[in-house]
């Protein structure tokens, strides 16, 4: 199936941030990019929380809205950068008074209510580290996460402390404050309003090098037990930069991110790289639900929308009408990330909503995005783009195991056009992770021959576009052939009774490995016998050798809490397998 790239009016070029990507990339160097940010006054450093709304707090900027807070039942309450920086001043004294001091961990596990924003930022600014739980864990995950990062602050609800902290309390000895947004229900938390209202909101950030831990971010474990990422203050810089050209952030902009802040994108895309701009960030308490969710870009006038493929297509299969019903003028620029966006869901983009959806591509790793279609670029369906300026990329020839092969410790890049290879990062953007923590011979073996290896196979068309294929331990060998299941799965997906699917290999004596797909229907959709092999057919026309030889109907694909298809799961369950780590397996 061939679909064509998708260009852009002029307009949109002109008035894109990056209107030109081969001079961008030419001219691009990340201490000259420095000067986009502040630093704190007198040259005392670089703290994220200063970029993202100190320096707004005392400009032209401090009545603007900083952060616009829907809640579930769709109230607004609006926060101004002066206010945001007055309250998370409080957090920091707060902090200091309670005894925790720079570098110690604080962990939050809330929904996107207006707390979570001033603790984020307020423990950036006491230079703790911040960890974001994801708000539906269950207390072992969470417990797990906490000690292993020895959290001794932790912000929550009240609800969420009695149902999931409470029970695991006494076995978190670090723990030493829990501070709860509501009502204090008993004696071992704090209520944090009234607690921060009574401080003195004086407050100056100390001294912050670029190189001090700012962020703990847990991997989404969707191959595995999850890691602990660690980040630093200096990745603001990298925030700033590649929002400004992956996401075509303006200043002034209202940026919706539908990540929760528990995964990295909600943290470098939801909370500081918006603010960093000085943009209005709207945050969404509410749950995924089509008809709420393009009333929030509506009531909203969202300008630039950040959200996944899962999300986009279940509003795909919700049809046009619903999009249709919602007046969407303020809607500038759309992009997807988390999961391979399958080129049809580009292309409803412009069809429904006038305007297609820009894949890009990175991981909690790289801390930002890495590889993106872009503004004023033609946007290839299917592709994940282009590297971003200031990113150099390769593909790595890989061995038997499916990595790339390290021979004498060196690796072989993939000149070839159409090639696939291990995707593979050089180090030295400001928002590469200094380590797993707790991990460092699994942080080692992410590098090789001054490469960082992502896990990621993909192929690179001749104008340098990036294509994924799989993750390296999803790629199936089928009778001689590697089949990268994303391949099937968008295959399938265009067919109008598929909603979702995810293909894994599984074991054949004569192939090696069958091609075996799980698909969930769209609404209205039967799954008849007469389906399946339609689909069957439909995916041999298309596919020929790889297609898949075995089709399942299951409405409930396992998903992370992060919204990725659960590949590995799928196959454990199939080979009766244990089902590892299932921390971050969303519940249906
Ligand atoms: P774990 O590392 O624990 O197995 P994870 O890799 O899913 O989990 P994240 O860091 O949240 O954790 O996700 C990064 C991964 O998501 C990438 O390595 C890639 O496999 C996938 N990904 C992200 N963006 C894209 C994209 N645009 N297209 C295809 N895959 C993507
Ligand atoms: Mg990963």
Not at 273 to 294: I, M, N, Q, S
Not at 460 to 469: E, H, I, N, P, Q
Not at 507 to 532: C, H, N, Q
Request: charged residues 20%; proline residues 7%; aromatic residues 8%.
């Amino acid at each position: 199936m061939r679909w064509d790239p998708i260009r852009k009016p002029q307009a949109a070029r002109a008035a894109a941030n990056l209107t030109d990507y081969a001079t961008a990339c030419r001219d691009f160097d990340w201490t000259a990019a420095g000067s986009a940010l502040s630093g704190l006054p007198g040259g005392r450093g670089l703290n994220i929380a200063h970029e993202a709304v100190d320096r707004h707090a005392t400009g032209p900027r401090a009545t603007a809205v900083a952060l616009s807070c829907v809640d579930r039942h769709e109230t607004v309450t609006e926060i101004t950068y002066a206010e945001l920086k007055e309250q998370t001043d409080r957090f920091a004294v707060l902090l200091g008074e309670l005894g925790v001091r720079p570098g110690e961990r604080v962990f939050t596990l809330m929904g996107r209510a207006p707390e979570l924003y001033i603790a984020v930022l307020g423990a950036l600014k006491a230079g703790c580290v911040v960890s974001p739980l994801f708000p539906a864990f269950g207390p072992e995950p969470i417990r797990q996460r906490l000690t292993l990062g020895e959290g001794s602050v932790l912000v929550t609800t009240p609800t969420l402390y009695r149902r999931r902290i409470r029970e695991i309390r006494d076995r978190l000895p670090a723990l030493r404050h829990v501070l709860v947004t509501g009502e204090a229900e008993t004696p071992d938390v704090t209520a944090l309003r009234p607690a921060l209202a009574a401080v003195n909101p004086a407050f100056t950030i100390p001294a912050t090098s670029p190189e001090t831990p700012a962020l703990l971010h847990f991997t989404s474990g969707t191959t595995g037990t999850p890691k602990g990422a660690v980040h630093v203050h200096g990745a603001v810089l990298a925030h700033h930069v590649t929002a400004a050209f992956a996401l075509d952030l303006h200043a002034g902009d209202v940026f919706w991110c539908t990540a929760d802040p528990g995964w990295v994108t909600g943290m470098s895309y939801g909370v500081i790289a918006p603010l960093t701009h000085g943009a209005t960030v709207v945050c969404d308490e509410g749950d995924f639900d089509a008809k709420r969710w393009y009333r929030v870009l509506s009531a909203e006038r969202v300008n630039v929308w950040y959200t996944a493929p899962t999300a986009l297509r279940m509003l795909m299969r919700h049809g046009p009408g619903l999009a249709k019903e919602h007046d969407l003028p303020a809607l500038r620029f759309i992009a997807s990330v988390g999961e391979p966006l399958n080129p049809e869901v580009v292309v409803w983009g412009q069809e429904v909503l006038g305007l297609p959806v820009h894949d890009n591509w990175w991981q909690t790793e790289t801390g930002a995005i890495m590889i993106a279609n872009f503004a004023a670029e033609e946007v290839r369906p299917g592709s994940m783009g282009r590297p971003l300026p200031g990113i150099e990329a390769g593909l790595l020839a890989r061995g038997e195991d499916g990595r790339a092969q390290v021979t004498g410790g060196h690796v072989r890049e993939i000149t070839e056009p159409d090639v696939e290879g291990e995707l593979a990062l050089r180090p030295g953007w400001p928002s590469m992770f200094r380590g797993y923590l707790g991990e460092p011979a699994r942080y080692e073996k992410c590098f090789a021959d001054g490469w960082y290896l992502t896990g990621d196979i993909a192929r690179r068309d001749t104008d340098g576009y990036y294509w994924f294929v799989g993750r390296a331990d999803d790629v199936i060998k089928s009778a001689g052939h590697l089949v990268g299941p994303f391949e099937v799965e968008s295959v399938l997906m265009a067919h109008p009774a598929v909603a979702e699917a995810g293909v894994i290999g599984t074991p054949d004596p004569v192939a090696g490995e069958l091609v075996k797909a799980f698909v969930s229907l769209a609404p209205g959709a039967e799954p008849t016998e007469d389906l399946r092999r339609e689909l069957i057919a439909f995916g041999r026309r298309e596919l020929g050798a790889v297609a898949p030889k075995e089709i399942v109907f299951d409405q409930h694909l396992p998903h992370t809490r992060s919204g990725k298809v659960m590949r590995r799961l799928l196959k454990a369950r199939e080979l009766g397998l244990p089902e590892g780590d299932l921390s971050t397996v969303e519940q249906p």
